[in-house]
């Protein structure tokens, strides 16, 4: 009973503690009441005078956390969404939102594309984007991805409370704090629409966390209980149903190693709230440090400098992610014992590094036949390692060979790889650049460069 | 059509060619009609004077090899099984054949140990083993393990012809050449009783060939049809049932490398049949060539070298190779590459060879954490590794940590190892003598040692 009580006294303490935290944290995250009151405004006035200029049957919705009091401070984006009946087509409200757009105001409007054009311009402080889509309702069909955004709007405004927003706001940074904000795939992180979801899902920041420690993936979150028995078809380590649409994952884009780091960042806080999981500084490794460290691992660790392929984030990172594993993967097949490997771009250029447990690889290749049961594939193997200089030698129920080769660095193996990026699977755009890459003495970096450097080198949860 | 008819002639060439060294090889191993017939006339003339000294219920049997004509020249083994209705005790049919024993033959005669004692003596030329067991019928429960020598040559004495005892002669030579011939665990091959049922079997050493040639591991070979469909209990990769115990598998001791040695000769020997198949000479290495092959792989090699355990062979080897095993499975664990370990006995010494990649094991060390669902061994590890020099991090479902370490090089960590041989696994009869042993550069191996060392280092299939 004693220590009962003192549990509950200590959870009742603990949920005072985040709460108060979260009251403390949320004022410095918070836009001011003059802020939003003046974006709110803005968004209005451009709201009315696109309505102008367009059909009767079009809506204007102003969407997004901005709308919705869910935006963390200094974001000023407005996102002004046009809907369409289902009756136009893509041109038609493309051109006419386009029109539109540019009648109501006069800024510096640039085209963009995602499914279909829109239009963004910087306006004073605002980011403003007009962007055409069709009226939608729930879980129908969509003829266009950006359908849903009005939709969620709908769904959150109706749902989310005072507190919930606050907390919303909270989640965020949080989040940002761990760099695990973000949809977008150079981080694969929480989007902003999924932190409502998880808020008004568990009802609370304190309980987002709460829950989230004890996660174990596959992890299910179906708030409108659109599938019976969690029968869904989606096959990624979080999953959170789309409210408005359950043939969505709202969390696709969070890989597995980002969840499991989230479950991670709730457990320590859970254990020990404090200010630093949202305000935590980044710390910045001094040249020498790094210099140590590279000495004391006593690995081979290669640079490699390029300039950026010209290429939208969600483009170039794939590609970027794609062609640091080509590299890793090549290397181990060239018996290259790969410890680790990163990339990043910074200044104009991209970086590779390639750390490996020796500058050399060994000397000796054991190459694996094929099984005995194929007589014919043995016989070949046989005559093509006459010469071989150990076996053709029988082990279980295959055939081996060793040979010995010329010693091969890693740095002239790179060489000779970056002479056809293609043929180990770099990717597309990345094949020019590679051809012209020149190895960087890791300690000859910038200064933004060499912190991410030494991100690779430091790596660590930083709450942990 | 043409050339079917040319592919038989190519058959029946080879049938011939196989079927007329068969005869050139059998003029050269078969003992001669002198010798074979002074053997059987020296096995009848003890086997009569055992009878005199025994109760009438008993039945003194020559059997093996020389009794069935089946043995190599050179081969002077005379087994005399002396069997006792099943009323008798072990101790009783022990004591009454071996008073019988020594009336029957003045010789200086050894007590010797299989599931119960025997006698075996040299005399003259031969070596004469008396052997009690117990009347015993086919597939009848054994009161020993011995008893069915009797059965197995009621069995083939009545079924092999002469011709197929030319061919078990034949096949035992072409198994002998390859090392594959013997059932002891130092060879893990073919026994005598195993070449004479595959000779029955498939009818003659060509057929064998022919088939094991196109064996497609698991094979069964079920002579008597005991098991329907291949319903039998046996796990080994080649199944021959006993055709006088169905309980047994004739081929039981057969390695998977040994069964597919085996496969590969006959393929090779069937593509070009020659005498080299049977009377292939061991090369011998001279140092200068074994010394260049060591430079040029350019790895790490030890030889540890110990007093042999004085040990019978059956205990010896697989003692021998479990320490072996035991010694690769470690430094693995250690970090080292082994690349192929050997162990062998001469001349009253025991010896592992150990090659290594590199005689210098990587500075760093990646430590795999436990699942990232297992929270409090999460905990645990984080705290263990707060002072690594790289994470603890996420990557997946687990944690890691890196740490450096002092480099440790092969010989200092096998010197480690043999303070304490218990600690690692090995072999009971080895501790003791492995806590002297001592590192022997390969090149002061003696004679007989230096060249089952270059076996190891020269491994490769004589046929190939």
Known sequence: MQRRFKARLGGLYMQHAIDSLAERVSKKITPSKAEADSEKAFAAKVSAALSKSLPKQCRVCFVGSAARDTGLRGSKDIDLFVSFPRSF????????????????????????????????????????????????????????????????????????????????????????????????????????????????????????????????????????????ERRHPFAEPLVVIDAIDKNRNAAAVISETNLYKFIALCRAFRAKPSASFFFGKRKKHPAGEIARALKNRGTAVVVLKIA?????????????????????????????????????????????????????????????????????????????????????????????????????????????????????????HFVKPLKLARTAPPLSLKADALQEFAAYLFRRESWW
């Open 89 to 228: 087509s893509k041109e038609e409200i493309v051109a006419k939102t386009f029109r539109a757009a540019r009648r109501a105001l006069k800024a510096k409007w640039e085209k963009h594309y995602a499914e279909h054009p829109y239009l963004q311009a910087q306006h004073g402080a605002f980011r403003i984007e007009v962007i055409p889509c069709f009226e939608t309702s729930p879980h129908e069909e969509l003829k266009s991805a950006v359908d849903r955004s009005p939709l969620h709007m709908d769904y959150l405004q109706k749902r989310l409370t005072e507190t919930q927003r606050r907390d919303v706001r909270v989640l965020k940074q949080f989040l940002k704090n761990a760099g695990l904000y973000g949809a977008e795939l150079r981080i694969q992180g929480f989007s902003g629409l999924l932190c409502e979801y998880l808020v008004l899902n568990y009802r609370s920041f304190k309980n987002v966390v709460e829950a989230a420690a004890q996660w174990a993936p596959p992890v299910v979150v179906d708030m409108e209980g659109h599938y019976a």
């Open 308 to 428: 950026a392929p010209k290429l939208v984030e969600d483009i170039l990172y794939p590609q970027l992610h794609k062609t640091e594993r080509a590299l890793a993967r090549h290397l181990t097949l060239q018996d290259f014992r790969v410890l680790g490997t990163a990339s990043f771009v910074s200044g104009g250029n991209a970086f590779f590094v390639v750390e490996c447990e020796s500058a050399e690889r060994p000397r000796l290749k054991r190459l694996r036949g094929p099984p005995m049961s194929s007589a014919k594939a043995v016989a070949d193997f046989v005559r093509a390692h006459k010469g071989a200089h150990r076996g053709p030698y029988i082990e279980g129920g295959r055939v081996f060979a060793e040979r010995s080769r010329a010693a091969t660095f890693l740095e002239t193996e790179l060489k000779a790889l970056l002479r056809s990026p293609d043929a180990w699977g770099a990717a597309s």
